[in-house]
């Protein structure tokens, strides 16, 4: 079974802090994609990473795609309340038709 | 635009009974469809996937099966449901399995 492991599984923090997210696997990807999701709804992407080791920025979130394209991270920078949701990495492992979803990180961030 | 209709929103269903859920995608040729089930808090189930009409691949044994008899409609049913299979579905469409992945708006299924 191909999984996308993610690390840590909740996180509750203070408004300001920093904050990483991980997304690991054993197998290779095309590529990997970040959502978010909202309780009750379908998640929302944030970016795709495609090539190893590059490293794409969107407001105060910063994401990585690893040198062997098997993991990647996502910080957040002065976590603000409105970051709090479910963030779900996800990708095609290489040569597959099937897109599946990383294991998820609660965020929850308190004024 | 493209847009994905997914019904219903939610849905309460006795032990052993069947299951019908229904998805529809507008706006678009041949895409790439998903089903997935959710459980509170936790990362999205790939159930089944298909590349095109008639076609369909399996992820996870169960009592679950899925069916696209048109380019852009795919079907999730169950003949006899399972307390097990309570969870929130949903349906997926992209361009291909390495493109954005768009959702409709899920299914609350209580088993009881």
């Known amino acids: 079974t191909q999984l996308l492991e993610q690390s840590p599984q909740f996180l509750s923090i203070q408004e300001g802090e920093n904050l990483t997210v991980y997304c690991n696997s054993s197998?290779?990807?095309?590529?990997l994609q970040w959502y978010r999701q909202e309780p009750g709804e379908g998640p929302v992407l944030l970016v795709t990473?495609?090539?190893?080791?590059e490293v794409k920025k969107l407001k105060r979130l910063t994401f990585q795609f690893g040198d062997a394209r098997k993991d990647s991270s996502l910080h957040i920078t002065a976590a603000q309340p409105g970051d709090t949701g479910l963030y779900l990495c996800?990708?095609?492992?290489?040569?597959?038709?099937?897109?599946?979803f990383g294991t998820g990180t609660r965020l929850q961030v308190f004024p | 635009s493209q847009t994905i209709h997914q019904w219903p929103a939610t849905l309460v269903q006795p032990v052993g009974s069947p299951l019908s859920l229904e998805c529809t995608v507008e706006?678009?040729?041949?895409?790439?469809l998903y089903w997935y089930r959710q459980a509170a808090g936790r990362g999205l189930q790939l159930l089944f996937y298909?590349?095109?009409?008639?076609?369909i691949s399996s992820e996870v044994p169960q009592n679950l099966s899925a069916s696209r008899p048109q380019d852009r409609q795919f079907i999730l049913s169950s003949k006899k449901l399972l307390l097990s299979d309570s969870g929130f579905y949903l349906c997926?469409?992209?361009?291909?399995?390495?493109?954005?992945?768009?959702f409709g708006q899920g299914t609350r299924l209580t088993v009881v």
């Open positions: 997926a469409w992209s361009v291909s399995a390495n493109t954005e992945a768009f």
């Open positions: 197998s290779v990807f095309s590529s």
């Open positions: 990473v495609v090539t190893g080791g």
């Open positions: 996800a990708g095609a492992p290489y040569n597959t038709d099937k897109l599946i």
């Open positions: 706006g678009t040729s041949n895409p790439n």
């Open positions: 298909s590349v095109g009409i008639g076609q």
